[in-house]
């Protein structure tokens, strides 16, 4: 296959392009605006077939929303890690951070390679993992990572710092100065910007995750695609089936341009290309001296075997390794278990899930901490999960009813999540669905603790019928006289704990009525 005029380098730059701003597009339409939210915003999540894997393997079962991950490695099977090099937005981004920093890659420089089999460690704890309850993979994949740090780090500053700057300049600017900016700031915030500014718990965290993982590239470029990326592996691993490689297999004696270009260090030590390793980036045949390198699929033909030698392709990771590695993915589990039995990892801790959230770990053991609730939230009451619920509970969905409450007529959480870990309740259903229970805190609720009315809680309750009722009390005042105020109750049989009235409640501070999880498992 001879590359096209414009070369291969350009097209697949402008393939990583066009599917870096088509991640980013879905982010963007990830959000409740004037209609509901298209349900092909989780697309990135249903073609990751680490995902994919990991929530069958959590819920023992197939999942149909999730076999479009079959696209992802029937492309593999064709043409190798090309997702790696062409498809994968993490991947662009490093790419640009290392255009950014100028990092070249660094001739022969083997420094790094006793690191190769710990992505393979990785996947295997991840997969194993998601098998016997101590879920990773949304610590771990690149999309979750990646999604999870615009959601809870970029996209609010990026939000927070466009106001500030906007706002002082219409409040300092001159009339031609503001007759600019506005125009500018309509169209940010229609098409760039988020439709509400949110802020979220752990953002501090994701940003320096997401980071450290860029500036990993001043060590070696693709440092994470190389050494850490569970679902390069994964990829890497399906790779070695496939027919289409490269010819010379090995780089020329006594050039090896390609192989000290070669950002994916895919060569071994006897020079010979690795097909796991390789992301299929094409620099080595736009780079090649005597234009001799090329990519073709190796087909056999009658009565011969391939043109390519049967040679078997070498795993990076030895048995010993393996075992260590099977050894990590069953053990954690065990771990967590004698954790909470210690009482070292906190244990039955009930939170205040989305709506639909499965019953306790079978929740957790689903959720890949995409973030696809959190930012779809039209309250912002859905915040990350930090250490509450022990360490497989982190960046999993609650609810906090003091930032934000369910809205009762809302089923966007329930649409964008691509593992099922919320279920797919209809509006009746979803309306009933028992997130918790309302409490009053008579110490501090108006009616209670200063015999003052207060009705603003049965106000806001969205039940038809009001979970939350008022009823006539005769109450003594401080000068010794007595009047009837409405003093209100929660009927439980009818409250689903969206948490408005928390939300909304008056008061500074703690507020006097207050959402707690239910004693038992919520049903539909």
């Not at 879905?26 to 209609?35: G, K, S």
């Not at 990076?316 to 909470?340: D, I, K, W, Y």
């Not at 609730?373 to 960046?395: D, E, H, S, W, Y």
């Not at 939350?468 to 409250?495: H, M, N, S, W, Y």
């Amino acid at each position: 296959m001879r590359p096209p005029r414009l070369g291969w380098r350009f097209w697949r730059r402008f393939s990583q392009v066009v599917f870096l701003l088509a991640f980013l597009w879905l982010f963007r339409e990830t959000e409740l605006r004037d209609e509901d939210v298209p349900g092909y915003v989780n697309i990135a999540f249903r073609l990751d077939p680490l995902v994919a894997a990991s929530a069958m393997l959590a819920a023992k079962a197939l999942i149909a929303g999730l076999l479009l991950c079959l696209i992802t490695v029937g492309v593999t099977l064709l043409f190798g890690r090309a997702f790696c090099g062409w498809v994968c937005p993490a991947g662009t981004l490093l790419d640009l951070v290392g255009k950014v920093m100028r990092i070249r890659s660094r001739r022969c420089n083997r420094t790094f390679n006793s690191l190769k089999p710990v992505r393979y460690w990785l996947l295997i704890a991840v997969l194993l993992g998601a098998a016997f309850g101590f879920p990773l993979v949304g610590y771990l994949d690149p999309f979750s990572i990646l999604n999870q740090g615009l959601t809870l780090a970029v996209d609010p500053a990026l939000s927070w710092s466009s106001f500030v700057l906007f706002d002082w300049l219409y409040q300092n600017g001159s009339e031609g100065v503001t007759n600019i900016s506005e125009p500018i700031y309509a169209f940010l915030g229609e098409h760039v910007l988020a439709f509400e500014r949110a802020s979220y718990t752990g953002a501090w965290l994701m940003a320096g995750i997401v980071a450290a993982i860029l500036l990993l590239e001043r060590v070696q470029r693709r440092f994470w695609c190389r050494y850490l990326c569970p679902l390069g592996a994964m990829l890497g691993f399906i790779a070695r089936l496939t027919p289409f490689g490269r010819r010379p297999a090995k780089a020329c004696a006594g050039c090896l341009t390609c192989e000290h270009t070669c950002r994916m260090d895919a060569f071994d030590e006897s020079h010979r290309l690795q097909p796991q390793a390789c992301t299929v980036c094409m620099d080595c045949v736009t780079d090649c001296p005597n234009q001799i390198a090329q990519f073709l699929w190796f087909l056999p033909r009658k009565g011969r075997p391939p043109a390519r030698a049967a040679q078997p392709v070498p795993m990076e990771l030895s048995r010993r390794a393996f075992l260590g590695a099977c050894a990590v993915g069953v053990g954690l589990p065990a771990v967590s278990t004698a954790g909470r039995a210690a009482g070292v990892i906190p244990s039955n801790v009930r939170l205040l899930r989305p709506p639909g959230a499965l019953e306790g770990d079978e929740f957790l053991d689903l959720c890949v901490r995409c973030g696809e609730c959190l930012k779809v939230c039209l309250t912002n009451g859905l915040q990350p999960v930090m250490l509450q619920a022990g360490p497989n509970g982190l960046f999993s969905p609650q609810l906090v009813p003091r930032t934000g409450y369910c809205e009762y007529n809302c089923l966007q959480c329930i649409e964008v999540c691509p593992t099922g870990a919320i279920r797919p309740l209809d509006l009746a259903a979803k309306q009933k669905f028992v997130i918790g229970e309302a409490v009053f805190d008579e110490d501090l609720c108006l009616p209670f603790a200063e015999r003052e009315e207060c009705i603003v809680c049965e106000e806001h309750c969205p039940i038809p019928t009001k979970a939350i009722r008022l009823k006539e009390v005769e109450v003594e005042t401080a000068d010794g006289q007595t009047r009837v105020i409405q003093e209100p109750f929660v009927d439980l049989d009818l409250c689903n704990g969206c948490g408005i009235c928390e939300n909304k409640c008056p008061l500074d501070g703690a507020p006097g009525i207050y959402v707690r999880p239910v004693a038992e498992e919520p049903s539909i």
